[in-house]
T-cell receptor, first 117, second 115 residues
Framework: AQKVTQAQTEISVVEKEDVTLDCVYE???????LFWYKQPPSGELVFLIR??????QNEISGRYSWNFQKSTSSFNFTITASQVVDSAVYFC??????????????FGPGTSLSVIP | SAVISQKPSRDICQRGTSLTIQCQVD?????MFWYRQQPGQSLTLIAT?????????ESGFVIDKFPISRPNLTFSTLTVSNMSPEDSSIYLC????????????FGPGTRLTVL
């Protein structure tokens, strides 16, 4: 069965600090996809990144970076120099690769990040 | 990506009534999804709605409680029937523009409170 664990329920940091959000996943699929979404207080889910299981290169996008390690089944997300606007709930998600139909996305429980000015 | 809108954005309803939530996409998509997010919880998939076929419901969700329509490739509705306070949640629709294992993009959600 597929599962996503985000052990950090809530994190508080002071503005400009770096913060890493952990994500550990379980799957038996050899091909799978990992995602991060941001949910600000407004409620909308904002897509941040998608990674497939064959691409272990780390990704950087501005202040955001992602570290994918298959050996530890982790897909961690780091925000550098955090800002108040980063305050949100962040979800890590996983989907498999069913060749003939859609494979549903499994969401982790989320990590609530508060950035204090 | 896709631009998705939902109506209503929020509503307060009485127990025993029904509410229909609309989801509109700015482009044609094969696969649309409906999720429920209970307060302080993660997202749970209710059903997958493909145009031209019956919606596929996840375990724990039934058509009588959550009937779904998908009349064309840009629109879907979810009805929450015979509501109870336990139905108070955010309901989100999402689309996978290229189908398959494509990224899902989400609408802004509908915040439902049932009194």
């Amino acid at each position: 069965a597929q599962k996503v664990t985000q052990a950090q329920t809530e994190i508080s940091v002071v503005e400009k600090e770096d913060v890493t959000l952990d994500c550990v996943y379980e799957t038996r699929d050899t091909t799978y996809y990992l995602f991060w979404y941001k949910q600000p207080p407004s409620g909308e889910l904002v897509f941040l990144i998608r990674r497939n299981s064959f691409d272990e290169q780390n990704e950087i996008s501005g202040r955001y970076s992602w570290n994918f390690q298959k050996s530890t089944s982790s897909f961690n997300f780091t925000i550098t120099a955090s800002q108040v606007v980063d305050s949100a709930v962040y979800f890590c998600a996983l989907s498999g690769d069913m060749k003939t139909s859609y494979d549903k996305v499994i969401f982790g429980p989320g990590t609530s990040l508060s950035v204090i000015p | 990506s896709a631009v998705i809108s939902q109506k209503p954005s929020r509503d307060i309803c009485q127990r025993g009534t029904s509410l229909t939530i609309q989801c509109q996409v700015d482009s044609q998509v094969t696969m649309m999804f409906w999720y429920r997010q209970q307060p302080g919880q993660s997202l749970t998939l209710i059903a997958t709605a493909n145009q031209g076929s019956e919606a596929t419901y996840e375990s724990g969700f039934v058509i009588d409680k959550f009937p779904i329509s998908r009349p064309n490739l840009t629109f879907s509705t979810l009805t929450v029937s015979n509501m109870s306070p336990e139905d108070s949640s955010i309901y989100l629709c999402s689309v996978a523009p290229s189908g398959g294992t494509d990224t899902q993009y989400f609408g802004p959600g509908t915040r439902l409170t049932v009194l």
